[in-house]
């Protein structure tokens, strides 16, 4: 059996190899270039479009003891990384902290994923978010405090030139009638702050779509990644100081659409990630990065 690696510094752990302490990557293992993903199984579809390494595999693998997946190779040559890291806002700050601590100059980071949508978009479209929100539940109210049920944030920006680049491979790929961009709302629980019912809990969200749309006209999707993303590449520093130095984007795929109630079926998800997943490669070739930074 292997041997555990010593943690060292409590601030920023790291092992005696240099890797992070729950993405376990360490200098050289991840590229500038990354695709993230929820889900491990759509990291392995998406490392069959990297370019085949003489044994037919990717130049790296590695599965961390707390779920993160991580497959580096190159695609038309260029070195890209694919990252699957569960579900939640808690794992795309793991994610994006410990991969920029173990890399230079600056990121350019997608997330692809799956959504809900409360439309304009139906099930199987794919939704660019230009910019997003955090849902959170608002702990005090179910302890009596007169605070509402949900906090809503402020909206944060995605990547514009990114998400371009990315709105327009998809709408080639799809048609513009099947390609959606809006503002996103991600939330703290698949569940309640997802607006879904559960007699189980008091969860107090009847309301919670008809106030999201009212505050916010253009909020399509619903997911749990993609705010902390985008948040955190607002608030990115070179070692100088100043410009963001993680370049931030995501398309989603609608697998559930909440007025209608329906659910995507497993066919067209397979589809799906093999059509849009080259539109989000090239999207990552075509962003200009300044490696140097
Ligand atoms: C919930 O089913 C999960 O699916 C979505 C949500 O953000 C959440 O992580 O994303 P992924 O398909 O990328 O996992
Ligand atoms: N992912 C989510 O977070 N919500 C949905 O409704 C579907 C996928």
Same mark, same amino acid.
């Given at each position: 059996?292997?041997?555990?690696?010593?943690i060292s510094?409590a601030n920023?752990?790291?092992?005696?190899?240099?890797?992070?302490?729950?993405?376990? +990557?360490?200098?050289?293992?991840?590229?500038?270039?990354?695709? $993230?993903? #929820?889900?491990?199984?759509?990291a392995?579809?998406?490392?069959a479009? @990297?370019?085949q390494?003489?044994d037919?595999q990717? @130049?790296?693998?590695?599965?961390s003891?707390?779920?993160?997946?991580?497959?580096?190779?190159?695609y038309?040559g260029?070195p890209?990384?694919l990252?699957?890291i569960?579900? #939640?806002?808690?794992?795309?700050?793991?994610?994006?902290r410990?991969?920029?601590?173990?890399?230079?100059?600056?990121? &350019?980071?997608?997330?692809?994923?799956?959504?809900?949508?409360? #439309? /304009?978009?139906?099930?199987?479209?794919?939704i660019?978010?230009?910019?997003a929100?955090?849902?959170?539940?608002n702990?005090?109210?179910? $302890?009596?405090?007169?605070?509402?049920?949900?906090?809503?944030?402020?909206?944060?920006?995605?990547?514009?030139?990114? *998400?371009?680049l %990315?709105?327009t491979? @998809?709408v080639k790929?799809?048609?513009?009638?099947?390609?959606?961009?809006?503002?996103? &709302?991600?939330?703290? *629980?698949?569940?309640? *702050?997802?607006?879904?019912?559960? /007699?189980?809990?008091?969860d107090a969200? %009847?309301?919670?779509?008809?106030?999201?749309?009212?505050?916010?006209?253009?909020? $399509?999707?619903?997911?749990?990644?993609?705010?902390?993303l985008?948040?955190?590449a607002?608030?990115?520093?070179?070692?100088t100081?100043? $410009?963001p130095?993680?370049r931030?984007?995501?398309a989603?795929?609608?697998?559930?659409?909440?007025r209608?109630?329906?659910?995507?079926?497993?066919a067209?998800?397979?589809? @799906?990630?093999?059509?849009?997943?080259?539109?989000?490669?090239?999207? +990552?070739?075509?962003? /200009?990065?300044?490696e &140097?930074?």
């Open positions: 059996m292997a041997q555990p690696h010593e510094n920023f752990p790291v092992d005696d190899q240099g890797r992070t302490y729950h993405v376990e +990557l360490k200098p050289g293992q991840v590229a500038n270039r990354i695709i $993230t993903v #929820g889900d491990p199984d759509r392995d579809k998406f490392a479009f @990297l370019d390494t003489r037919g990717p @130049l790296f693998r590695h599965q003891h707390r779920g993160f997946y991580s497959i580096t190779g190159t038309r260029v890209v990384s990252v699957a569960g579900m #939640g806002m808690s794992m795309m700050d793991f994610f994006v410990e991969v920029r601590a173990v890399t230079t100059g600056s990121l &350019a980071i997608i997330r692809f994923g799956s959504c809900g949508t409360l #439309g /304009p978009a139906d099930v199987g479209d794919i660019v978010p230009t910019e929100v955090a849902v959170t539940r702990y005090d109210y179910f $302890t009596g405090d007169a605070v509402p049920p949900y906090h809503i944030s402020q909206p944060v920006a995605a990547d514009p030139v990114m *998400s371009e %990315l709105a491979q @998809l790929l799809r048609g513009a009638d099947h390609v959606f961009t809006g503002l996103n &709302a991600t939330c703290d *629980s698949f569940y309640s *702050s997802q607006g879904r019912t559960d /007699p189980q809990f008091t969200n %009847l309301g919670l779509f008809d106030e999201l749309q009212a505050r916010y006209p253009t909020m $399509t999707s619903l997911e749990m990644e993609t705010f902390m985008y948040h955190l607002s608030v990115s520093q070179t070692a100081g100043g $410009t130095s993680v931030a984007a995501a989603m795929m609608v697998f559930a659409q909440r209608t109630n329906a659910f995507i079926d497993k067209r998800v397979a589809e @799906l990630e093999t059509t849009v997943g080259l539109a989000v490669l090239e999207t +990552l070739l075509a962003t /200009p990065l300044n &140097a930074t």
